[in-house]
């Protein structure tokens, strides 16, 4: 089928899936085992000077997270990806590539809020130190850039309030600021948008959202665009210099336009460890083979929801680029016009009170802090993951008293809307 | 012929139809990526012959080094050049006073010299510009996966084992249901 360009649906069950050679087993094995033997002493050493494909030790390479890795990198359109324990190992192993003490890196404010932690307390422990940017001023992005900037990091829906970001208008930035730009593509999943075709040099994932699907594996991915030219400069040296740890090996020469998915793997992945179980890449593959049927699913249910919720009485505003009169609107028509997602806020007149009586009265959806589930979930983030900050912070961060977050299921969106309904009528 | 883009199918042909491959600046230093693809390949069944006049008569991961083209005593299927694309013309020189003549220039990742082009295959040589060995088998065996890179290749037909050891494949798929 080389001749040809396969589509998505094709892409999500085949991508890097060729039957066992070993055993012909069609559906990918679990390949639950730590250790692999070499064919022979040069094997070996093949395979621990990165010379020959293969796998040793799966800390480091795993047959079913390989296919994992490939199916993603095919999904998303790049030239190779590393799948890891979670979407935050993935970000960790990035910017552990990218930067080194003292260096910054400029984030839009816009992010899912365990990704804000990671950026404003983890990495500054490691001299890593980011400047915010607004999504809604793109200007903001270049006031933020210094010579010190190594990247600029962005979620392409972000998370909660279901905010578009203009990538395409960040990568001009990026790229005249000779930096990458890593773009989250979790809300969106490769289904609904492709960052690499609008100027990301790196993806990254929580698989354990949409791309899992079923709320039942912690995953991440990052994947290569291959873009990023990492012999221009000198700023990257684990990209351009010769690594001591592999005799003197030039990454980006040696591996080319998949080089940054290797460094992750075998300096990041290798040294820092955060290992994603087989198991657990089993599930998300068997999630990925239905992904092009449920993110239709979601977005369709997810804007009968929204449009539900926008005609109700007791319901102040709602968050959702799919609304015609949403801030997003025209951003999601440019960017998604296969849906916009399952993942958005509104907010309730009756406030807090509200709030806490909506959470307590659904029966369908479940009251818990994450997203991207065939099943319907809520949260109040006000009495919940944002309940220590102060009223004032809390709007901030988009987490009013108000405000109840959603993350739409698969199921009937009838029901989904008669649970809403009878619970309002209840608040 | 087109040099943009190459079909699978003409690539796997032309690395099914060679067996002997002359490797032309081929490093000694294990670091490097000519060394990488003249051990890949020599493992993937190919006799390699590197070529580099600073090593000749040196032996390197069981692999004899020669100064020239023309002192490899046996015939060479196919040449790949690890030089810089200004240096193609002279080695195609040499490639075309071979006896008998190669069947196949391939310019490694990054070198590509259509003029060079023009003239093998005016002399009826296949030729492959700007693409890597060791990553194209990789690509269509499906092994280069195992690392997580796009083969952007699909199929549902069992990849066959290359032997001497289960870390090997072959480039070659037999019809749906072979053993």
Known sequence: MSEREPGFATLAIHAGAQPDPTTGARATPIYQTTSFVFDDVNHAASLFGLQSFGNIYTRITNPTNAVLEERVAALEGGTAALAVASGHAAQHLVFHTLLTPGDEFVASRKLYGGSINQFTHSFKSYGWNVAWADPDDISSFERAITPKTKAIFIESIANPGGVVTDVAAISAIAKKAGVPLIVDNTLATPYLWNPIKDGADIVVHSATKFLGGHGNSIGGVIVDAGTFDWMATDRYPFLSKPRPEYSGMVLAETFGNFAFAIACRVLGLRDLGPALSPFNAFLILTGIETLALRMAKHSENAQKVAEYLVAHPKVAWVSYPGLSGDRYHALAGKYLPKGAGAVFTFGLKGGYEAGVGLVSNVELFSHLANIGDTRSLIIHPASTTHRQLSDEAKTIAGAGPDVVRLSIGIEDAADIIADLDQALAKV | ?179
């Open chain 2, 1 to 179: 012929m087109n040099h943009d883009r190459y079909d699978d199918a003409f690539i796997r042909s032309v690395l099914e139809g060679v067996s002997t491959i002359a490797i032309v600046g081929a490093s000694a230093n294990a670091a490097r990526p000519s060394y990488f693809v003249m051990k890949y390949l020599a493992e993937r069944g190919y006799r390699v012959f590197p070529v580099n006049p600073g090593q000749a008569g040196k032996e390197v991961a069981g692999l004899t080094f020669y100064g020239t083209l023309k002192d490899i005593p046996e015939p060479i299927d196919m040449v790949d050049v690890f030089r810089a694309p200004e240096h193609v013309p002279a080695v195609l020189d040499e490639v075309l006073a071979l006896v008998p003549l190669p069947k196949v220039i391939w310019m490694q990742l990054g070198v590509r010299n259509d003029e060079a082009a023009t003239r093998a295959e005016a002399a009826g040589m296949q030729v492959v510009m700007n693409r890597c060995p060791k990553i194209e088998y990789g690509r269509l065996s499906g092994e280069i996966g195992w690392t997580g890179v796009n083969s952007r290749t699909i199929s549902a037909r069992r990849p066959k084992l290359l032997g001497g050891g289960v870390q090997r494949l072959s480039i070659s798929r037999g019809p749906q249901g072979q053993k």
